[in-house]
Nanobody, 125 residues
Framework: QVQLVESGGGLVQAGGSLRLSCAASGRTWHNYAMGWFRQAPEKEREFVGAISWSGGNTLYADSVKGRFTISRDNAKNTVYLQMNSLKPEDTAVYYC??????????????????WGQGTQVTVSS
């Protein structure tokens, strides 16, 4: 059974940091890019960033570039989202996703095959 399980969400003050984790299981993830998306209340799900299987390629949304960093540990089948300098507008449910893509170029949610259940991130002003 394929599973992606996010953890690490919570409440943080503006300017603070959080690190989200996403543990993947249930299949071989070779050549699967891992992406992070977020969805705020009454808004569409939006792309945050992605990382290739090798970790050599990353892609970020302009809104988080320079503040968020994605990394992965393939030995642990885990991907991380380090979020620094958080802003109230970063408040959302954050989802990790997996899609077959060697270069981590996919930014559309429909391009990803597997999804986690999401973890809430709330940034207070």
């Amino acid at each position: 059974q394929v599973q992606l399980v996010e953890s690490g969400g919570g409440l943080v003050q503006a300017g603070g940091s959080l690190r989200l984790s996403c543990a993947a299981s249930g299949r071989t993830w070779h050549n699967y890019a891992m992406g992070w998306f977020r969805q705020a209340p009454e808004k569409e799900r939006e792309f945050v960033g992605a990382i290739s299987w090798s970790g050599g390629n990353t892609l970020y949304a302009d809104s988080v570039k320079g503040r968020f960093t994605i990394s992965r540990d393939n030995a642990k089948n885990t991907v991380y989202l380090q979020m620094n300098s958080l802003k109230p507008e970063d408040t959302a449910v954050y989802y990790c996703a997996a899609g077959f893509d060697t270069l981590a170029t996919m930014t559309g949610s429909g391009e990803y095959d597997y999804w986690g259940q999401g973890t809430q991130v709330t940034v207070s002003s």
